[in-house]
Structure formats: C-alpha cells, structure tokens
C-alpha cells in the first residue's frame, strides 16, 4: 500500500520526508496537501530484507522507511488480511446507523486504513522497522510478524496465523457443532405450587425465547465476521430440536475466541484466525501507537 494518483501515462507516487524522533512521515513538497486520500494497492512478492517486487511498478520497492531525502512510503500487508480490512469496511458501512457520526480515529474507509497504519510508524530515517508495531500486539503469534517468517519460529501461534482467515470448508458445520441441548428444567429446581405457571406458558416463553437467540445469530448482525455463514442451516437447525441458541451466541462472542488455546468452542484455526484479525481492525486508532510512546513518564506518573 502507499498513495499517490494513477494517470494514463503510469503512477504518480506521493514523496514522504522524515521527521526524527517523530512518528509518521510528513507529505513531501511536491505532494498535493490530500494526497493521502488516495490509496493505493500493489500485488508484490516478498524479496529479502524487507524488499518487494512490484511488477506494475517494475522495480522492487523498500518498505517501512523512506530515504533521507525523501520519497514514497510502501507498507506491506498480507493479501487474506487486506481483503478481511474491505469486508470490515463494508460492513461498517452497512451498520452504520445514520443518527451517529463516525469516530475520526477508527477504520471506516482504505483511506482511514492507510492513515492509521502509516502513524504506526516511526517516521525517522534511522529507525529499522521489520514490522508496523501494533499497542495489542496483533492478539498473538509475536514471533511471526516479521515480513518473512516460518510457521516454526513460533509453535504457539503459527499454526493459527498460518490459516486461511477466508475460505474455511464447513464453517456453518463446525459452529453448530457446538450447540448443546438446554438444561432441563427438572434439574433447575423444582418450583413451588404458588410461584408455579401452567406448563404450556413455559413452553411458549422457551420457544419464543430460543428462536430469538437463533435468529441472533441467523441474522449475523452482530456477526458480520461471520458473512458466510449459512442462515439457512441455521434456522433448519432450529426446527430439528431444542437448543441452547443463548449459550452459543455468548460463547462466540468472546474476543477471546480467537485464541487457539480457547476451550470453550470447538472451532477451526483459520475462523479463529479470521476473528483475531477482526479483532485488530476494530481496535485500530489513529496514533494509538504514537500516543503511547509520547507520553511523558512524569505525566503517567501524574495521572496514575
């Protein structure tokens, strides 16, 4: 990724100027004051070092840094990763309650995107970063985010990072198979006469009350991690039995359901995969890095 305008003659490339000591590089002189709202994306194949070949640039590019005297700025990112931030994006926009304004500091656009990954970095031309640094350390696998790296160097997490966050076989299949059966209601306690109602009015209330959470869940809105999954299976689930919909909503969502040693569902790598990245879009902001780092201690110190 970087910015700049695409023209019939080729690419024009906006020029970044470091700062030392400061984070994100500034737009160069000969770069329009909006630039930055045009993003652009390259297929590159990693070459070493940190180096990229670009085939419609037909050179190999430098990422993390600029030179000393200025020039573009590429950020690499992976091609599955890029295609969940469109899906994320997309369904920001479909939520979107039209009385709320969006956060300024949040993904809600590629734009958006580029800004709060190139504030990430260091915009000095002596720093050497090998990845963007990231305040939740990308939810796992620390020892992966290099821009090369082997499955090996970290046995934790690099299975999980090595899933496919997109296309996962059975996914609707393999989340059913964590439904359980509601606890019955003999072994809840046994209700007094007085406080008692018939049974059919149960009945009615577990009913209604099982379909809503199906429907939850069905519906995905809460979801949109989950836009493949099959609402169809799902509400033909439903009507083969009596469920517990409310437990299965709650377990999923858990943030923590995107570590590979969560127990509470039964899931494969690359949907856990495909939520820990989720995860990292949704907790993105504009200098969440940058601020961190540029807090004073004695401030800290105050505040604490």
């Avoid at 569902?265 to 820990?276: A, E, I, M, V």
């Amino acid at each position: 990724m970087t910015t700049g305008h695409r023209e019939d003659g080729g690419v024009e490339l906006d020029t970044y100027s470091p700062h030392p000591s400061q984070y994100a590089y500034g737009l160069g002189p000969n770069s329009a004051e909006d630039s930055k709202g045009n993003v652009l994306e390259f297929d590159a194949n990693y070459d070493d070092h940190n180096r990229f070949e670009v085939p419609e640039l037909g050179k190999p590019v430098e990422a993390f840094s600029v030179p000393l005297g200025g020039g573009p700025l590429y950020l690499p990112i992976h091609k599955l990763c890029y295609q969940l931030a469109e899906r994320f994006i997309r369904s920001k926009a479909e939520s979107r309650d039209i009385s709320l304004v969006p956060s300024k500091d949040e993904i809600f656009s590629t734009e958006q995107l580029w800004e709060i990954l190139y504030r990430r970095l260091p915009g000095s031309p002596f720093s050497s970063e090998y990845i963007l640094p990231d305040p939740y350390e990308y939810y796992g696998g620390r020892g992966c985010r290099n821009v090369y790296w082997e499955p090996d160097d970290d046995p934790d997490d690099g299975q999980l990072l090595e899933a496919d966050p997109v296309e996962i076989p059975r996914l609707t299949e393999f989340i059913l198979e964590n439904l359980q059966s509601p606890v019955p209601e003999k072994a809840k306690g046994t209700m007094t006469e007085a406080n008692s109602e018939p049974q059919h009015i149960h009945q009615s209330s577990d009913i209604a009350h099982s379909q809503y959470w199906c429907d939850t869940l069905a519906d995905k809105k809460g979801f949109p991690w989950l836009w493949d999954l099959d609402a169809e299976l799902v509400r033909k689930k439903q009507e083969d039995g009596d469920w517990g919909w409310e437990l299965l909503v709650h377990k999923l969502s858990q943030v923590k359901m995107h570590q590979a040693s969560d127990a509470t569902l039964n899931l494969p790598l690359g949907l856990r995969n495909r939520r820990r990245i989720w995860r990292c879009l949704e907790d993105a902001r504009i200098d969440d890095v940058a601020r961190e780092m540029r807090t004073p201690r004695w401030q800290t110190q105050k505040e604490a």
